[in-house]
């Protein structure tokens, strides 16, 4: 089983800054994928960013130029640098990760962290 512990988030006003971090953990022998998503009310889930296991990232169009992925050295930890945030940001962001665990493919969500921009 594939365990993802979600950090960070919280509330910022528009324009500010947050870091959101994740870390797998478990019987993991390779991560294909690991990234964030996030789901406002009312909609539904959205990839925000992903990075593969080749360092390519992945981003949602509206967060181009606003928000960093990056990966930690261990490979199995995920960061999300979010800048000049706006208040459409405003959403409950998710850890993905999908990947190998010993001979089984897993694909795993992390409980999710609220991230708040007020006007």
């Known amino acids: 089983q594939v365990h993802l512990e979600e950090s960070g988030g919280g509330l910022v006003q528009a324009g500010g800054s947050l870091s959101l971090s994740c870390t797998a953990s478990?019987?993991?022998?390779?991560?294909?994928?690991i990234g964030w998503y996030r789901q406002a009310p009312g909609q539904e889930r959205e990839l925000v960013a992903t990075?593969?296991?080749?360092?390519?990232?992945n981003y949602e169009d509206s967060v181009k130029g606003r928000f960093t992925i990056s990966r930690g050295d261990t490979q199995n930890t995920v960061y999300l640098q979010m800048n000049s945030l706006k208040v459409e940001d405003t959403a409950v962001y998710y850890c993905n990760a999908r990947g190998y665990a010993g001979s089984s493919v897993f694909d795993s969500w992390g409980q999710g962290t609220q991230v708040t921009v007020s006007s």
């Open positions: 990075v593969n296991r080749g360092g390519a990232t």
């Open positions: 478990g019987s993991i022998h390779s991560i294909i994928a």
